[in-house]
T-cell receptor, first 113, second 113 residues
Framework: DTAVSQTPKYLVTQMGNDKSIKCEQN?????MYWYKQDSKKFLKIMFS???????INETVPNRFSPKSPDKAHLNLHINSLELGDSAVYFC????????????FGNGTRLTVT | GENVEQHPSTLSVQEGDSAVIKCTYS??????FPWYKQELGKRPQLIID?????GEKKDQRIAVTLNKTAKHFSLHITETQPEDSAVYFC????????????FGKGTHLIIQP
């Protein structure tokens, strides 16, 4: 009954590969996000979707492509993985894009070798 | 866009003492200020939040104060306990904004026994 669930929890892969991370929320929220947390613990927003529509697309490489098949799901696909992509990726959701608490998933630790 | 500065980056206090973490923000339109706690290897979790129509909010040993004129807000933890050891993040967002939450860089709070 986890509110925001993402899979996999750990992902170890080689440079150049393509990988996906899946996220689902059962809170009935309209807005979902992807955040990247680097080795220094800095949390930076990557993407935000509201009712399946992209509303935030920060300056991330276009190797990263989010996909939202419905408002309960937001997946992240990464092409041609690089060493610098190694980080923890958190999915999150909220009732609306502004002014409301975020509920985070448990994170996916991506290691690119 | 919004910029949130957080200090200190590391804070060590004796068990039972108080801890204060301070944040400043740049966008005067911001009106929602949550605080998240992240334990090692876990997801960030909301511990308290405040909106701009309130100057102070308290929840047991945790309190947050907001000074809109000076554009700064602080987290106060009294009677610290070992389980308070974690990384704490402040954040800011504005109503009607599409940028989601902007996070500070985090404070590693260490409670010394």
């Amino acid at each position: 009954d986890t509110a925001v669930s993402q899979t996999p929890k750990y992902l170890v892969t080689q440079m150049g590969n393509d990988k996906s991370i899946k996220c689902e929320q059962n809170l009935g929220h309209d807005t979902m996000y992807w955040y990247k947390q680097d080795s220094k613990k800095f949390l930076k927003i990557m993407f935000s979707y509201n009712n399946k529509e992209l509303i935030i697309n920060e300056t991330v490489p276009n190797r990263f492509s989010p996909k939202s098949p419905d408002k309960a799901h937001l997946n992240l696909h990464i092409n041609s993985l690089e060493l610098g992509d190694s980080a923890v990726y958190f999915c999150a959701s909220s009732t609306r894009p502004d002014n409301s608490p975020l509920h985070f998933g448990n994170g996916t630790r991506l290691t690119v070798t | 866009g919004e910029n949130v500065e957080q200090h200190p980056s590391t804070l060590s206090v004796q068990e039972g003492d108080s801890a204060v973490i301070k944040c400043t923000y740049s966008d005067s339109a911001s009106n929602y200020f949550p605080w998240y706690k992240q334990e090692l290897g876990k997801r960030p979790q909301l511990i308290i939040d405040i909106r701009s129509n309130v100057g102070e909010k308290k929840d047991q040993r945790i309190a947050v104060t907001l000074n809109k004129t000076a554009k700064h807000f602080s987290l106060h933890i009294t009677e610290t306990q070992p389980e308070d050891s974690a990384v704490y993040f402040c954040a800011a967002s504005m109503r009607g904004g599409a940028d989601g939450l902007t996070f500070g860089k985090g404070t590693h709070l260490i409670i010394q026994p």
